[in-house]
């Protein structure tokens, strides 16, 4: 009777362990999968995008607190126009910093909004006449 | 603090200092806004227009107002943001000029 119940105990004990065991590396798993500082990154598709920005549609680089970047869409958003927007400010540690360096290879400044245009024409700021010779007189880059 | 709260300090502030927030108000509402979610998010009030790295140190000059808004007025009569103008276009509420830059890219991220 007493080594049974010592060996239920066992039982109980090494499935205690197991499930601790099981528990702290799960959650050191979930931490590694986060970006640095535990910071909660935006999209990963629009990420890979703003890296190779390769795309039919104009990209347009832009803060999420931005004015100027917020009289861009409404214009574009206006005027039909199909496009993508990346903020760089929803992400964080080197994410933020591979998007911004990438924004200065086509705008050194590296101001916002910046828009790539489809075929190469690259946009800084809320330039409305810009954006109608580019964007709308052109047939062949608006979606 | 509200939105609104913001505006009025920041136009007794600039008042002061012979500058005036932009004629057009949703404009600057908005910009107000946009410097409360950054002082919720980094701590302090970060130029809206520009990519804060999150370090208030190397951030310093572009907390708003920024070191860099009494040249941008003089040269264009507006901040880099458009938030703040020289009063010979306080009452234009479509005055908007391009203001380049002057922030050295090296400073930020």
């Keep these: 009777m007493n080594s049974t119940v010592a060996l239920l105990a066992a039982i109980v004990v090494l499935a205690i362990i197991a499930v601790l065991f099981l528990r702290k590396k799960n959650a050191s798993e979930s931490d590694a999968d986060k970006p640095e500082g535990g910071k909660v990154q935006g999209d990963q598709a629009l990420y890979a995008l703003g890296m190779n920005p390769v795309s039919e549609k104009p990209i347009m680089y832009a803060l999420t607190t931005c004015q100027h970047c917020k009289n861009t869409r409404k214009f574009l958003d206006a005027n039909n126009v199909d496009y993508i927007v990346i903020y760089l400010d929803e992400y964080s540690g080197s994410q933020r910093s591979d998007l911004m360096e990438k924004v200065r290879t086509y705008n050194p400044r590296g101001t916002f909004p910046t828009i790539l245009v489809p075929g190469g024409k690259v946009i ?20 | 603090m509200t939105p609104e709260q913001l505006l009025e300090h920041l136009a007794k502030c600039a008042e002061s200092k012979g500058y005036y927030l932009h004629a057009d ?38 907390i708003c107002p920024c070191v860099y808004r009494d040249a941008d007025i003089a040269e264009y009569g507006a901040c880099f943001c458009s938030f703040y103008v020289s009063k010979e276009h306080k009452d234009d509420p479509d005055f908007f000029p391009d203001v380049e830059e002057r922030r050295d890219p090296s400073r930020g991220l």
């Design chain 2, 25 to 62: 108000h949703e404009h600057c509402l908005g910009t107000a806004e946009s410097l409360l979610a950054n002082k919720e998010r980094y701590g302090y009030m970060c130029c809206p227009c520009r990519l804060a790295c999150a370090d208030k140190q190397q951030d310093s000059d572009i």
């Design chain 1, 124 to 143: 800084v700021g809320f330039r409305k006449q810009l954006m109608q010779e580019a964007l709308l007189h052109d047939a062949g880059t608006t979606a």
